[in-house]
């Protein structure tokens, strides 16, 4: 196992800290009906497509449609999920909560997604981890990839040596090129041998970052 001596963690949110992915589903289909367009999404598909950017996602969604008329349904379901997302909510990860106000006593803490803006902020809320959290960025903030936003918090805060930690081969991928490493937990939506730590679920990261001298 690799040993890092972070002075700070940038997690990923979906696949890392929740699991919502019921309520996307939901917000798709809803927005479907109400357009009247025959496309249904399920929970299978649409969790195989979690830390993908957007546009990415709605281009696999909807194939037959030009790109206006994605990004049109897609701000939709984007504002119907910032709707419904407070009340549904996700499922929190075990450990998560405890582990993240314990991390926090020890490191500054931040996220970055690949999700709509509003949504960090409301899973923030929903997951009463407010003070926890210094700060966060989501690809619908600027339409940047997440090694440009890992990178973009690095500058912001002045972080040293950070780490990333995600569920994806992607989220892999964008912390080498941010020049970051990256800590993979396997519980989440994705599978990568390319990791320099890995841990089966979160009270084990934690405890792992809190040993660290």
């Known amino acids: 196992m690799t040993h890092l001596k972070p002075d700070s963690i940038i997690f990923d949110m979906d696949?890392?800290?929740?699991?919502?992915?019921?309520?996307?589903?939901?917000?798709?289909?809803?927005?479907?009906?109400?357009?009247?367009?025959?496309?249904?999404?399920?929970?299978?598909?649409?969790?195989?497509?979690?830390g993908w950017e957007g546009k990415k996602v709605h281009a696999a969604i909807m194939p037959d449609f030009d790109e206006q008329k994605r990004l049109s349904i897609y701000a939709r379901v984007n504002e119907l999920r910032r709707e419904i997302l407070p009340k549904n909510g996700g499922?929190?990860?075990?450990?998560?909560?405890?582990?993240l106000q314990k991390l926090a006593a020890k490191y500054p803490l931040y996220i970055v997604s690949n999700c709509a803006v509003g949504i960090i902020r409301l899973f923030i809320d929903w997951a009463g981890i407010d003070e926890h959290i210094i700060d966060e960025i989501a690809y619908g903030t600027n339409y940047m990839p997440k090694h440009h936003n890992i990178k973009l918090l690095i500058d912001r805060h002045g972080l040293q040596s950070p780490v990333y930690v995600g569920d994806t081969e992607?989220?892999?991928?964008?912390?080498?090129?941010?020049?970051?490493?990256f800590v993979f937990v396997s519980y989440g939506f994705g599978m990568t041998d390319d990791h320099d730590l890995r841990f089966d679920n979160f009270t084990d990261l934690t405890n792992y970052f809190l040993s660290l001298s």
């Open 170 to 181: 992607g989220d892999g991928e964008q912390s080498r090129l941010a020049g970051v490493p």
């Open 91 to 99: 499922i929190l990860y075990e450990g998560v909560k405890e582990g």
């Open 15 to 50: 696949g890392t800290l929740w699991d919502a992915v019921d309520t996307y589903t939901e917000s798709w289909n809803i927005v479907f009906r109400e357009l009247g367009i025959d496309i249904h999404v399920d929970r299978n598909e649409l969790a195989k497509m979690v």
